[in-house]
T-cell receptor, first 114, second 115 residues
Framework: DTGVSQNPRHKITKRGQNVTFRCDPISEHNRLYWYRQTLGQGPEFLTYFQNEAQLEKSRLLSDRFSAERPKGSFSTLEIQRTEQGDSAMYLC????????????FGQGTRLTVV | AQTVTQSQPEMSVQEAETVTLSCTYDTSENNYYLFWYKQPPSRQMILVIRQEAYKQQNATENRFSVNFQKAAKSFSLKISDSQLGDTAMYFCAFAGWDTGNQFYFGTGTSLTVIP
């Protein structure tokens, strides 16, 4: 068990480009969350999956954002036509399921849009 | 909607001393979890301690303990015998049993342990 893994750790992209991040949760965890964290703030919820189903999306998740979790394993978060305001740390977390307590976090992907 | 408030953006403590970080929350749920997460600089967030709302006894984990006041919706973290490795951002978080679809976080408290 290697914990939650996120790739890449850092991404610098030009405004207008598309980027994709990957998250590999702990293998037996069926819930997977994406959060965004800006400097000096706590993580803000973006979306979550129960197995392969995306069950909730925050209003923070604009049309430029899309997330998938094929086969209920790893997940990808894609941002199209990136804007400078997208610069943030994107965190992935997983849990065994509902009412199971803590979420385990990955190290995050830091996105810088220039 | 659930909200979590941390009113202390920054705190410092002398090594070996005790420090208390404050957190309040707002919810209409009766069953939920509360957490304190630690995020060291450039490192991942890890769980420090958690509390189930139905438990009256305050949770403890070695040097870390909480003061959970359910009626007051208060959940403070006490760190005893502070160590240099405790320097980090600390986030209070809430997860409801009935709306357990996400974790709600406060804005964090930056704790510095001074040698």
């Amino acid at each position: 068990d290697t914990g939650v893994s996120q790739n890449p750790r850092h991404k610098i992209t030009k405004r207008g480009q598309n980027v994709t991040f990957r998250c590999d949760p702990i293998s037996e965890h069926n819930r997977l969350y994406w959060y965004r964290q800006t400097l000096g703030q706590g993580p803000e919820f973006l979306t979550y999956f129960q197995n392969e189903a995306q069950l909730e999306k925050s209003r923070l998740l604009s049309d430029r954002f899309s997330a998938e979790r094929p086969k209920g394993s790893f997940s990808t978060l894609e941002i199209q036509r990136t804007e400078q305001g997208d610069s943030a740390m994107y965190l992935c977390a997983s849990t065994r399921g509902r009412r199971t307590g803590e979420a385990f976090f990955g190290q995050g992907t830091r996105l810088t849009v220039v | 909607a659930q909200t979590v408030t941390q009113s202390q953006p920054e705190m410092s403590v002398q090594e070996a001393e005790t420090v208390t970080l404050s957190c309040t929350y707002d919810t209409s749920e009766n069953n939920y979890y509360l957490f304190w997460y630690k995020q060291p600089p450039s490192r991942q967030m890890i769980l420090v301690i958690r509390q189930e709302a139905y438990k009256q006894q305050n949770a403890t984990e070695n040097r870390f303990s909480v003061n959970f006041q359910k009626a007051a919706k208060s959940f403070s973290l006490k760190i005893s015998d502070s160590q240099l490795g405790d320097t980090a951002m600390y986030f209070c978080a809430f997860a409801g049993w009935d709306t357990g679809n996400q974790f709600y976080f406060g804005t964090g408290t930056s704790l510095t342990v001074i040698p």
